[in-house]
């Protein structure tokens, strides 16, 4: 079974409006992290936001957040006011473990935003 | 700080040569890493190694070796390359005890033809 699942091929928006990307997971390790990368063209990954499973509040960056839950195992990125800039792949992650946590991140397939003008 | 550094940048090797790739981090993290990105896929981990001398492997690891002689240096040894091996590779790095971090290198395109 899949670990991360990104269920959106690609999205489209509409430049200034907020967009959605999903994430749900599977694990039964009760401390584990989520992460989300951004890919642009240019092929680097770009570090985004962390949400760790014992964390009580949504983690927020900047125009990103993760919106997190747990019961559902789902670790949403929400980006607010979409740009241009934003238009890439989007990665969802996971680290099981707690400590040092386990070396291995578990990536899903990606999703391609398109940002229109 | 250069952060995580690799090189080559691109490369195209014949099937059965050998090369390294290289990858070097400045940060001085215990735990570095390989992954490996084919198309429509994310990343998924070939080796890795939490301190100079202990290496151990991921998800993808055959035909592949490292080794790690330095906290920097953590090289990537394709023994006998096949175009199942075209991908491109990311070494990443972080500190022991921060599971919230992972920093990434810029990435290796490699060709196997």
């Known amino acids: 079974a899949q670990k991360i699942t990104q269920t959106q091929p690609g999205m489209f928006v509409q430049e200034k409006e907020a967009v959605t990307l999903d994430c749900t997971y599977d694990?039964?390790?009760?401390?584990?992290?989520l992460f989300w990368y951004k890919q642009p063209s240019s092929g680097e990954m770009i570090f985004l936001i962390y949400?760790?499973?014992?964390?009580?509040q949504n983690a927020t960056e900047g125009r990103y957040s993760l919106n997190f839950q747990k019961a559902r195992k789902s670790a949403n990125l929400v980006i607010s006011a979409s740009q241009l800039g934003d238009s890439a792949m989007y990665f969802c992650?996971?680290?099981?473990?707690?400590?040092?946590?386990?070396?291995?991140?578990?990536f899903g397939k990606g999703t391609k935003l398109t940002v229109n003008p | 700080n250069a952060g995580v550094t690799q090189t080559p940048k691109f490369q195209v090797l014949k099937t059965g040569q050998s090369m390294t790739l290289q990858c070097a981090q400045d940060?001085?993290?215990?735990?570095m890493s390989w992954y490996r990105q084919d198309p429509g896929m994310g990343l998924r981990l070939i080796h890795y190694?939490?301190?100079?001398?202990?290496?151990d492997q991921g998800e993808v690891p055959n035909g592949y070796n490292v080794s790690r002689s330095t906290t920097e240096d953590f090289p990537l040894r394709l023994l006998s390359a096949a175009p199942s091996q075209t991908s491109v590779y990311f070494c990443?790095?972080?500190?022991?005890?921060?599971?919230?971090?992972?920093?990434f290198g810029p990435g290796t395109r490699l060709t196997v033809t």
């Open positions: 990443a790095s972080r500190q022991y005890g921060r599971s919230y971090e992972q920093y």
């Open positions: 694990t039964s390790d009760p401390s584990y992290g």
């Open positions: 949400q760790g499973s014992y964390d009580q």
């Open positions: 992650a996971m680290r099981e473990g707690s400590q040092g946590g386990s070396e291995k991140l578990v």
């Open positions: 940060m001085n993290h215990e735990y």
């Open positions: 190694s939490v301190g100079a001398g202990i290496t």
